[in-house]
């Protein structure tokens, strides 16, 4: 089967840069995916990560490493509006049907 | 409107009740998906879809059923609601590749009293 861990609460305060840690079980891999979800709000997607690296799309970077099984989401420069819950997602198998994380609550302070 | 929409947004049912939860995406995407999510443990899957007439099991399928007669449609039905399947439900579509982006629906709330 597969697993994907991840912290459930994260702090941090406006302007810092944090970092959301995501590791995972499965064979098969093909890539890892984050999603940004606010209160009452559904899922949107921020990026997906196939091979290894950083990737970087403006305040938000996401990096991989396949030999690891692990992955994160990079946020710098936080605002407020970044509190949300964030989910990495892991696609593998044959099938490409991701499978979620339980997400971690991302809470910025002023 | 374009996108992906789900209704009804909020439900309260009874047990023993068969609901019906409805999905359309007007993108023409081959995949579509149906997610609980309940707090602490994330958005869990419970049935998809590749095509029209294609549809397969998640994570947790118990006592529910999909179809997909067509591309844009696909709805969920309780068959006999329980309270344990009062949850937050998202529908997604996703077009073919795994690295292409799962699109959410905006969720319909469900209460089963």
Known sequence: ?110 | DAGITQSPRYKITETGRQVTLMCHQTWSHSYMFWYRQDLGHGLRLIYYSAAADITDKGEVPDGYVVSRSKTENFPLTLESATRSQTSVYFCASRSGGAYNEQFFGPGTRLTVL
């Open chain 1, 1 to 110: 089967g597969q697993s994907l861990e991840q912290p459930s609460e994260v702090t941090a305060v406006e302007g810092a840069i944090v970092q959301i840690n995501c590791t995972y079980q499965t064979s098969g891999f093909y890539g890892l995916s984050w999603y940004q979800q606010h209160d009452g709000g559904a899922p949107t997607f921020l990026s997906y990560n196939a091979l290894d690296g950083l990737e970087e799309t403006g305040r938000f970077s996401s990096f991989l490493s396949r030999s690891d099984s692990y992955g994160y989401l990079l946020l710098q420069e936080l605002q407020m509006k970044d509190s949300a819950s964030y989910f990495c997602a892991v696609t593998s198998g044959g099938s490409y049907i991701p499978t979620f994380g339980r997400g971690t609550s991302l809470i910025v302070h002023p």
